[in-house]
């Protein structure tokens, strides 16, 4: 007689409940950071499995470094947790002992495939190595991190293979159906996602994204609340007061929640929003406190709240997230050294900067900075005769930004200088040109009036830099400091790509995030008829982060316009183009 079968018990918090009670055929899950996006996947992956044996599933990922190191190890625990055994139920990279079933199509190569003893395999799709969509016929689609997909590419390649197989799954509703799961799109090119909520309002007259914000602004004030409970100085009148005030707040949330009930639209399509609110059992209230004293606030609302957030339209950078930014920073053949394996179960490659495929480790690298009181902040480029936004090489140079390292002051008494280029060298240390491009701020020659013969701060990074065995190359731009409006036309012909004189600008997404974010936030104004940059920002009563404010924007201003400000001389001189610049919806 056999022994009874362990009992397996899960729970599943509030974000994934409606997509495992609704079972929609298409589901849209736009969450934050800690609400389990990838269990939810490792849940939607055992369906799958049980429903559909035998067939050929494609996971989408902008890189495979995503997908080995952010999707995959939580789903595969949950899988774990629910009873499948690794090297017994699946194999991941590798050919499936013979014992195993084929799946309905054949599949010859299972570099990138996770196979199961039933059939069903899971082909991993890397936007990263042009082509990796195309192939097999498929069942289903699941995409992780939506917003950094390249939507023509991936309708292109991955969504015309989902089809076929009829004869064997057409009776199931979610055959040849998806799930997107994504964090909240910042910048327009990822809103596609977020069109899959229209039905909301066409079809009840909910606007969805107004009451959402509502929601989470009010579990902001919930945050307060509770901070204002566990004070421990704080009264017990000031306790009850608070514990009050946090029912209220409480409840109006429900009450609000309410209205926003995830439903299935006519078309079979679920879109869910969620926080780590709706994982707060799990999470409790010390992540999220934690989480808003530590993080920028624009990143915590974003990625963590799940704020919808409209971009700043008056930019002094016209960046554009499909021709400027890419995220396939990985390098692949690097990753497959280390294996799937590895990839797994280590969360910190010993050399970062090994596995970067964007930084040419023969090659010197390009600094710029902004030394300030409140922060210093670093950029890190190189140049580049390759394209990683359209993955391809040129005959141009691509200005590349590949990293980015700032720090704040802190209690213990180090100089930020030092331990800003501690970050520097640490990710570095394995990069074997030791040869670096220093382009000076300014600002940083001045010495502090305080200290006798002391060193500027440009002399002490130099001079931190070469104890640690780089050779620097300093380089100042000549003249005085330009006027912003000179940046801005500089910015205009080189972000507008029509001048063949001008390098392109390309910025790494992942690395390179608080860049990128004082870029899109770094508005426009005019200033006795001239257009400046708006540095408002800085202003310690700002409200603003200081790694979020216009001193990254700054840095990277100081190389490029070092760099490349004698080519917008030639072509002032040359030409009357000004049709790259745009201020307050009109070109100029």
């Not at 509030?14 to 849209?28: C, S, T």
């Not at 900075?369 to 005769?385: A, E, L, R, Y």
Request: with cysteine; proline share 5%; glycine share 6%.
């Amino acid at each position: 007689m056999l022994p009874p079968m362990a009992e397996i018990q899960l729970s599943a918090n509030r974000a994934q409940l409606p997509k495992l009670l609704l079972q929609a055929p298409k589901e849209v899950c736009v969450e934050g950071r800690g609400t389990g996006k990838s269990f939810d996947i490792g849940f939607t992956m055992d369906r799958l499995i049980r429903m559909m044996p035998k067939a050929v599933i494609a996971i989408t990922g902008r890189t495979y470094g995503q997908l080995l190191t952010r999707t995959l190890p939580s789903s595969l625990k949950l899988l774990g947790q629910i009873g499948y055994q690794k090297e017994v139920n699946y194999v991941i990279g590798k050919r499936p002992p013979a014992w195993y079933k084929d799946s309905y199509e054949t599949l010859n190569k299972f570099d990138n495939i996770i196979s199961f003893s039933n059939g069903t395999r899971f082909a991993l799709i890397s936007q990263s190595e042009a082509g990796s969509g195309r192939g097999a016929n498929t069942d289903y689609e699941i995409v992780d991190e939506a917003l950094l997909i390249d939507r023509e590419q991936y309708n292109n390649e991955v969504t015309p293979t989902n089809r076929g197989n009829r004869e064997f799954f057409g009776h199931l509703p979610f055959h040849h159906g998806f799930k997107y799961s994504t964090s909240m799109p910042v910048n327009k090119e990822g809103r596609w996602v977020l069109e899959y909520a229209d039905y909301y309002y066409t079809e009840r007259g909910i606007r969805l994204f107004d009451t959402w914000n509502r929601i989470v602004l009010l579990q902001t004030d919930l945050l307060a609340t509770v901070a204002a409970y566990r004070a421990a100085d704080a009264a017990p009148s000031t306790k009850s007061d608070a514990l009050a005030t946090f029912r209220r707040q409480w409840n109006e949330v429900q009450r609000l929640r309410h209205q926003i009930a995830p439903f299935i639209s006519r078309d079979g399509v679920l879109f869910t929003l969620s926080n780590a609110f709706d994982n707060l059992q799990m999470l409790g209230f010390d992540y999220l406190l934690k989480n808003q004293r530590q993080l920028p606030s624009l990143i915590f609302m974003t990625e963590i709240m799940n704020l919808y957030y409209d971009k700043v339209e008056d930019c002094f950078y016209n960046l554009q997230e499909r021709r400027h930014v890419y995220y396939n920073h990985f390098d692949t053949d690097a990753l497959r050294s280390l294996g799937a394996e590895t990839l797994l179960t280590t969360t910190a490659p010993p050399n970062p900067s090994t596995l970067d495929k964007d930084c040419d480790p023969s090659a010197p690298l390009e600094l710029s900075f902004d030394w300030g009181s409140s922060i210093c902040v670093m950029t890190v480029q190189q140049p580049h005769h390759y394209d990683y936004a359209s993955n391809s090489p040129t005959s141009y140079v691509c200005q590349t930004m590949i990293n980015e390292f700032f720090v704040k002051p802190d209690t213990s008494g180090h100089l930020m200088i030092e331990q800003l280029l501690e970050q520097f060298c640490t990710y570095y240390a394995a990069h074997t040109c030791r040869h670096l491009v220093f382009y000076r701020d300014r600002y940083g020659d001045h010495r502090n009036p305080n200290i006798l013969n002391s060193l500027t701060f440009n002399e002490m990074a130099i001079a931190y830099l070469q104890r640690h065995g780089w050779q620097v190359q300093s380089v100042t731009h000549p003249g005085m400091e330009p006027p912003q409006s000179d940046k801005y036309l500089l910015w205009g012909i080189i972000l507008g790509e029509q001048d063949s004189q001008f390098p392109r600008f390309r910025i790494n997404g992942d690395k390179c995030k608080y860049a990128l974010i004082s870029m899109n936030n770094s508005r426009v104004k005019q200033v006795a008829g001239k257009l400046e940059k708006d540095k408002s920002s800085e202003r310690r009563d700002s409200g603003v982060p200081a790694e979020e404010a216009t001193h990254f924007s700054d840095a990277v201003d100081k190389l490029i316009w070092t760099k490349y400000s004698r080519l917008l001389r030639r072509q002032v001189a040359t030409s009357t183009s000004t049709g790259f610049l745009r201020i307050g919806g009109k070109t100029l």
